[in-house]
């Protein structure tokens, strides 16, 4: 697609229940970046794929979060026995990377995953 | 990782130039500056980004004075719409890998008619 993609846009959950997050990025783009954002809040910083790895998971708040991205493509983040802290929009972005040229890595957002756990 | 510091909001008339200061005393030698803007209910979109000196696209101007320990953000005859939230990041574009993009929680700004 042109954007990057997210879904589902809405989830309203039990709290304990699992949810998995979709996101689908650029063609072509290399990074990936999962952030939650809770209202009024800025951006909390989640986990970064680069391809399929993760070089850095440390963002994930608990064990219960859990993200993986396969094909170098779509990632999904899932959220085990959510807790009603968990609520919040989840934001995914994805960028070129580093091409070793005149690159700004700009990230490219979704429009969000909006969590509301009950 | 260089840390930011912006104010927390900003409120500004139709018409009138709007400056935004970010600082980032602790900016690297291979660290960029790059602004986001965000709409609610959007997500954050790239406004401009530079190293040193003075940066002008369409939309804004970006100042950086020679020790590049803060940076300016500036609006020209700021509309209604630009009423939103603007975050500053520091980070070495080349090196992504190591790089957590930290936003922060950004200025909020609001446009009075």
């Known amino acids: 697609g042109a954007g990057v993609s997210q879904s589902p846009s809405n989830k309203v959950t039990e709290k304990g229940k699992d949810v998995e997050l979709r996101c689908d990025p650029i063609s072509g783009h290399t990074a990936l970046y999962w952030y939650r954002q809770s209202l009024g809040q800025g951006l909390e910083f989640l986990i970064y794929f680069q391809g399929n790895s993760a070089p850095d998971k440390s963002g994930l708040p608990s064990d219960r979060f859990s993200a993986e991205r396969t094909g170098g493509s779509v990632s999904t983040l899932t959220i085990q026995r959510t807790q009603q802290e968990d609520s919040a929009v989840y934001l995914c972005a994805s960028s070129l990377g580093w091409t070793g040229g005149i690159n700004t890595g700009e990230l490219f957002f979704g429009e969000g995953s909006r969590l509301t756990v009950l | ?113």
Request: aromatic fraction near 10%; include cysteine.
């Open chain 2, 1 to 113: 990782l260089a840390k930011t510091t912006q104010p927390i909001s900003m409120d500004s008339y139709e018409g009138q130039e709007v400056n935004i200061t970010c600082s980032h005393n602790n900016i690297a030698t291979n660290d960029y500056i790059t602004w986001y803007q965000q709409f609610p209910s959007q997500g954050p979109r790239f406004i401009i980004q530079g190293y040193k000196t003075k940066v002008t696209n369409e939309v804004a101007s970006l100042f950086i004075p020679a020790d590049r320990k803060s940076s300016t953000l500036s609006l020209p005859r700021v509309s209604l719409s630009d009423t939103a939230v603007y975050y500053c990041l520091v980070g070495d574009i080349g090196n992504f890998g190591n790089e957590k993009l930290t936003f922060g929680t950004g200025t909020r700004l609001t446009i009075i008619p």
